[in-house]
């Protein structure tokens, strides 16, 4: 794993497990449509040049503006997704996603940077701030974030155990435990989940929930996205398409014997199964009706089921609802 020394922007790798780093923080982020740093980009020295490239200065800014703040939270390392990784080598970035649930849940603070919402001139928590009118209004531009319809972002939100929220000013705007209310009501995600309540206590159905209206700009992302909040590994291969998905839920019941992946309500998009042979969804589209109060009945991964046949046996009555 790399890290980028915040004072003086120098990557450095560090073996071993998670345990052994040195404290650090972690950004969230969407990508900017007009470049971000990359690993070359530090290795060439950009980061130090007084006049970048037209093309990299939003994500030069950004960059930047993570480290300052890592500073003054007393961390001298951060780690920054497009800068850290060598996306070059298929090896490095194949271990890199198949590990980076584990790597926000070992951040000291993960910082959720929204580069769509203003602070309007706040000096602080939009929420209970004096200026009520510019409070709003953050909080409108809060609520249709595309940070909240990425799929990487669903993970950077739930595997840190502090997430604090940002406007492209860098002012913060709460974090995950004041703005829980909120956050619960835009991304429809339990509240017990954003309070660090274990991820096995929650059904696979419940997960591809909260992961429905989200989307990816490859579509094996869509499932690669969600490896580390199914706590599964499983090789990268770009290229082959929807197919990812699929690999994804069937590891998912190999690994947990957890059925209700099974149980989406409404169809895949053309309101059929994958094929005439298979009970899995198409993508997580699929799972966008699910009752939350319904899939609180499901009998938790914890009672593994030998076969697909008895697991619908056990869900009869609640299968029956769709």
């Given amino acids: 794993m790399r890290l980028l020394n915040t004072h003086t922007l120098i990557l450095t790798s560090f073996t071993g497990s998670t345990d052994s780093l040195p404290p650090f923080a972690i950004l969230s982020h969407t990508w900017a449509p007009d470049g971000e740093i990359t690993l070359q980009d530090v290795q060439a020295g950009l980061l130090h040049d007084a ?30 997704d497009t800068c850290c990784i060598d996306k ?61 319809t990425r799929g990487w972002t ?20 709460g974090t995950k435990r004041s703005l829980e209310e909120l956050v619960c009501e835009v991304t429809g995600i339990e509240l017990r989940a954003l309070r660090e309540a274990a991820l096995s206590k929650f059904p696979a159905a419940a997960k591809m929930r909260w992961a429905s209206g989200r989307q990816t700009t490859r ?5 690669y996205c969600l490896l580390g909040l199914f706590n599964v590994n499983m090789p990268l291969l770009y290229g082959e398409g929807a197919r990812a998905f699929q690999r994804l839920q069937e590891e998912i019941v190999r690994n947990d014997g957890d059925f209700t992946i099974l149980a989406w309500p409404g169809g895949n998009d053309d309101g059929r199964s994958t094929s005439a042979v298979s009970a899995l969804a198409e993508s997580p589209r699929a799972f966008a009706g699910s009752s939350a109060i319904l899939l609180g009945q499901l009998i938790p991964p914890s009672r593994p089921f030998p076969s697909i046949s008895s697991y619908i046996f056990a869900h009869k009555d609640y299968l029956r609802l769709y």
């Fill in 154 to 173: 669903l993970q950077e939100l739930i595997a840190p155990e502090r997430v604090e929220f940002f406007s492209r000013e860098w002012t913060e705007l």
């Fill in 51 to 80: 006049q970048p490239p037209e093309a990299k200065k939003s994500g030069l800014a950004k960059l930047h503006g993570c480290c300052h703040r890592a500073r003054l939270d007393g961390y001298a390392w951060a780690w920054i």
């Fill in 88 to 148: 070059a080598s298929s090896a490095e970035l194949s271990e890199a996603i198949n590990s980076m649930f584990s790597w926000y849940q070992a951040a000291g603070v993960c910082y959720a940077y929204l580069a769509d919402v203003s602070d309007h001139g706040l000096t602080g928590p939009f929420l209970g701030s004096s200026g009520a009118g510019a409070g709003a209004a953050a909080v409108a531009e809060f609520r249709a974030s595309r940070w909240f």
């Fill in 219 to 223: 579509e094996e992302d869509v499932a």
